[in-house]
């Protein structure tokens, strides 16, 4: 009962403004709680792709882009491999050079490590609470090391896939799918050998595709290519792929679901012991589900 009404009081101060309580309520949503946050209409962006490719670095650009034109800008960047929060942000922060920028920006790290079965039943509720704070442009950064990563991208409305020059990594991202759900395409380190390459490789990748994402050399270091690309996905409309990240975030939700299911580990025992079929193991996943 205090713990609710403790909840109200940090919620209400968030909403007025409080970063403080911003971030002990991203903190409660993590870790579970149920917050009643108020629904209100968002921007979201996602940014996804190999690792290392600079999706740190170019949201750096655009927190630097919007935020000079006074538009808030909060950035949760999703972190398969940190252990806790405060490292991934840390190392985030430097390569987003106006992290610190006072009221205007707003980065707060989530390591998927502590969430075995995912982030897709925080994350929207964490887009809420944003929104509903005052945040006017929301990026989601997710590493693409696997495909329930890429899929946090799917929580977005509009999604921006980034490679490098590394012709390896785009395969990566094929593979998984992540292509057809990206509204734009960066290949970024345009001062780098072989990233022209990569984006001619990029597009004819896509030359049966009826609609292809924009393709933009960029480089997050120089800025070259950077304005033209925040045009383009300003101008991305949401509806265009809904369907496929409704899909997703479905595919998400159940993949949570299941993974935190609390009868998971005895039905994969007696799976594994020969005791139960694999059609009867899904059987008793959906009996026994609360
Ligand atoms: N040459 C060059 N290096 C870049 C550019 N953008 C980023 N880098 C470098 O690439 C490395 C990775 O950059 P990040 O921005 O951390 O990349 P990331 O995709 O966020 O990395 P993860 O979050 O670890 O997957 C850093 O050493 C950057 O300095 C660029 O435009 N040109
Ligand atoms: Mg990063």
Redesign the pocket.
Same mark, same amino acid.
């Given at each position: 009962m205090a713990m609710g009404v403790k909840k109200e009081e940090i919620l209400l101060s968030a909403l007025e403004g409080s970063r403080r309580d911003l971030s002990r309520l991203l903190s409660l949503i993590e870790s579970g709680e149920d917050i009643n946050v108020p629904i209100q209409d968002s921007w979201t962006l996602g940014v996804t792709?190999p690792?290392? $490719?600079?999706?740190?670095?170019l949201i750096g650009n655009f927190v630097n882009y919007w935020s000079s034109r006074g538009e808030k800008v909060a950035v949760l960047a999703v972190d398969p491999s940190s252990p806790n929060s405060g490292g991934a942000l840390l190392g985030d922060r430097m390569?987003m050079p106006l992290a610190d920028s006072g009221d205007l920006v707003f980065v707060r790290s989530l390591a998927t490590r502590n969430h075995p079965g995912g982030l897709s039943t925080y994350i929207s509720t964490m887009i809420d609470c944003l929104a509903a704070c005052g945040w006017d442009r929301i990026v989601i950064?997710t590493?693409g090391s696997g495909q329930s990563d890429y899929r946090i991208a799917a929580f977005a409305d509009r999604i921006l896939l $980034?490679d490098g020059p590394d012709r390896g990594d785009i395969i990566q991202a094929e593979k998984a799918g992540i292509i057809e759900l990206a509204d734009i395409i960066a290949v970024?380190?345009?001062?780098?050998k072989g990233s022209q390459q990569a984006a001619e490789t990029i597009q004819s990748s896509l030359s049966m595709d009826e609609n292809p994402p924009p393709i933009h050399l960029v480089?997050?270091?120089d800025g070259s290519g950077i304005e033209a690309m925040i045009e383009d996905i300003e101008k991305c409309l949401p509806g265009q792929k809904s369907g496929l990240r409704a899909r997703e975030r479905l595919i998400s939700a159940w993949d949570f679901r299941l993974l935190s299911h609390p009868e998971l580990n005895r039905i994969i025992h007696l799976l594994e012991t020969g005791n139960i079929t694999l059609q009867e193991a899904v059987e008793s996943l959906n009996q026994s589900e609360g």
């Open positions: 792709g690792p290392g $490719v600079g999706k740190s670095s390569r950064e590493v $980034v970024n380190k345009s001062d780098m480089c997050s270091h």
